[in-house]
């Protein structure tokens, strides 16, 4: 029983095809809408919970799809086909045909294709019919099938505008209060080890190979250097202990609160989505520093190292040193002390005993300091007397830098200045960087050893631009670390308003959804189209002769058993006898018509005669 004759049981010939172009009109609503609401959208997400399943059984996802895309597939073609015989059927009761023109109607009705090259057109008719049907479960699965897909989402928010006037005036007044020294004392304490840390990780070409480093600081990771940025995003914020009064410039760790927020557009509803994985890439302000060193002009500058020597313990051949490191930098003036132990001549060991003074210049607390940059003046003696006295000019500057959030790591991209950022003049800012490196370089010298001197030794003595180069980018890391620092403590308890700066993002949330792909959509939804085009002309066709003139509908031309009984009543055996060899194909050119058979009363019957109505050739 054909789908026709199933439906009629209960439907009229008109009513089919009503509903045959109302169905076919609501698949391709719901194609257009599909695709509509993707393109509209950008990417349209599945929800997580969907997501974690499609993850715990992806076999399942590609099944399901399958089977819904075969369903609307078989369903199209259904309509389609039908709307199509519906209409041979039509026509086929009025004018003449030949017999090619009879296969090729059937063969698009199937649909299947057919190729002569004496009938070029309606071969490439069939094919073209033939391809389309073909590719519909092709074009469902592939609108259907949802897949990997990378979300951004729009992020804004606020930080610390370390360049703005009212943080400047803050940070003026807490340095210069008279306890300043007694609030910053214990932080630098605390934060020492963290500091000499900073550094050495920002070194990214150790012993002249590159590598990567990561560093740590209040619960975050950072790879090689902070960039001097501050998390911007929640789930790198670090620390949620809360920081309690040591904030601003007694910061030493806890909770920083994230003003950052997302734009989820008209996709409110998915306002939360996790997906399988996230990251973002936000565009933060930074502080990093230009260094450069090399070797003491001594024309502009002096850097003299004395030593002051006290016996130790009586037999204990040893002697105890204090060494004062004055410089002298164009007229401004610094210096620093140092202890260590030595030999009973009164001088260290020079395999196993080393001294790297370190000044920094002009005294950040004086008023000679220069806003714009400062020198750090350094020379190796003893174990360490293969690194030369030099001077290391530091220019710290506000920078605009790109922040990439992925993996629990941030990743800050430098840019130089070359890239658009300009020196600061920020006066407090620099005298904070820089005193935050005179403790260190302090610090760093203990009784028989220099820390920095180690890492060096380590590192780069047989090349000297080698150690140059990660001196630079160790002065650089301790910069970006302190302005990290800085603005964490300003940022602990809450940024006011004149004080904060806008950053800008994206967040990109790999998940399982859809993704607008305007030049695949527009390719199957043409060929969706067009066959609902053509099923609607069809069963349109079909309605107009339904009113003109009633056929049977019990007839099916394109079934062979109909045609083989419509044939065997008519006279086309007669024409279909053998023709010379250059007559090839001559039979298709016979000319046919299907006539109704009546019965003694002259009453139509339930089938027909297909007989010929004019010699082979008649067009």
């Known amino acids: 029983m054909h789908f026709a004759d199933f439906v009629q049981i209960r439907l009229s010939a008109t009513s089919l095809l009503l ?4 169905g076919q009109t609501v698949i391709l609503g719901f194609a257009w809408g599909f695709a509509g609401a993707i393109l509209y959208t950008g990417v349209l997400a599945l929800p997580d919970n969907v997501v974690r399943l499609i993850e715990e059984h992806p076999t399942v996802l590609t099944l399901i799809v399958t089977l819904i895309a075969t369903a609307l597939s078989i369903t199209t073609s259904m309509f389609f086909t039908f709307a199509l015989k519906e209409a041979l059927r ?7 045909i030949t017999l090619f023109k009879l296969r090729t109607a059937i063969a698009l009705s199937r649909p299947t294709w057919v190729l002569r090259r004496k009938f070029l057109k309606l071969s490439l008719l069939t094919l073209v019919v033939y391809a389309m049907v073909t590719f519909l479960n092709t074009s ?93 995003i929640q789930e790198y914020s670090g620390s949620s202990a809360p920081p309690g009064s040591n904030v601003g410039l007694a910061f030493t760790g806890g909770q920083v609160p994230v003003n950052t927020s997302f734009d989820w557009g008209h996709l409110e509803r998915d306002a939360g989505t996790q997906g399988i994985s996230k990251n973002y890439s936000i565009t933060q302000q930074g502080l990093t520093a230009n260094v450069t060193c090399q070797p003491i002009d001594r024309s502009q500058n002096t850097f003299e190292v004395t030593p002051y020597s006290v016996p130790g313990p009586t037999g204990s051949n040893m002697t105890f040193i204090t060494w004062v490191a004055d410089v002298n930098c164009s007229g401004n003036l610094n210096s620093i002390t140092s202890f260590t132990v030595g030999l009973a001549n009164g001088l260290p060991d020079n395999a196993t005993q080393g001294l790297l003074p370190t000044v920094v210049c002009p005294n950040p607390n004086s008023t000679a300091f220069n806003p714009y940059k400062f020198d750090i003046f350094m020379a190796g003696m003893y174990k360490y007397s293969f690194l030369p006295t030099i001077v290391c000019e530091v220019t710290p500057y506000l920078t605009t830098v790109n922040v990439t959030y992925n993996g629990g790591i941030i990743s800050v991209d430098r840019i130089g200045e070359s890239s658009g950022s300009t020196s600061s003049s920020n006066f407090p800012l620099s005298q904070y960087i820089a005193t935050v490196m005179n403790y260190q370089a302090s610090s760093n010298q203990a009784v028989t050893k220099n820390t920095i001197g180690d890492f060096l030794t380590a590192y780069g003595t047989s090349n000297v631009s080698v150690m140059y180069s990660e001196l630079e980018d160790y002065w650089r890391g301790i910069a970006e670390f302190s302005s990290t620092q800085l603005r ?33 959509f527009i390719l199957l939804l043409v060929v969706i189209t067009l066959i609902w085009l053509a099923t609607v002309l069809a069963a349109g066709y079909s309605l107009v002769q339904e009113k003109i003139t009633a056929s049977d509908p019990s007839f099916d031309f394109s079934d062979p058993v109909d045609l083989i009984i419509a044939a065997s009543g008519g006279r086309l055996g007669s ?18 018509r299907f006539e109704d058979v009546t019965d003694k009363m002259g009453r139509r019957m339930s089938k027909k005669r297909l007989v010929t109505v004019g010699p082979p050739g008649t067009p």
Not at 90 to 96: D, F, Q, R, T
Not at 488 to 511: D, F, L
Not at 578 to 585: F, Q, R, S
Request: charged share 15%; hydrophobic share 35%; glycine share 8%.
């Open 19 to 22: 509903f045959t172009i109302f």
């Open 90 to 96: 039509h026509h086929l009761s009025g004018p003449s």
């Open 140 to 232: 469902w699965s592939t609108l259907l099938l949802p897949t990997l897909v990378e979300w951004p989402v729009v992020t804004f928010g606020t930080e610390l505008d370390l360049g703005s006037a009212a943080f400047v005036n803050q940070l003026s007044t807490d340095l210069n209060v008279e306890n300043a020294n007694t609030v910053q004392a214990p932080a630098f304490e605390v934060l020492n080890v963290l500091t000499l840390l900073s550094g050495t990780a920002a070194v990214d070409t150790q012993g002249g190979v590159e590598t990567s480093s990561m560093f740590s600081f209040n619960g975050v990771s950072y790879n090689q250097s902070t960039g001097g940025i501050l998390p911007a």
């Open 488 to 520: 964490s403590g300003y940022s602990a308890s809450g940024v006011p308003s004149n004080m904060a700066r806008s950053t800008s993002g994206t967040m990109y949330i790999e998940t399982y959804g859809w993704r607008s792909r305007s030049r695949t």
């Open 575 to 592: 024409q279909l006898h053998d023709e010379d060899d250059e007559e090839e194909h001559h039979s298709e050119d016979v000319v046919i």
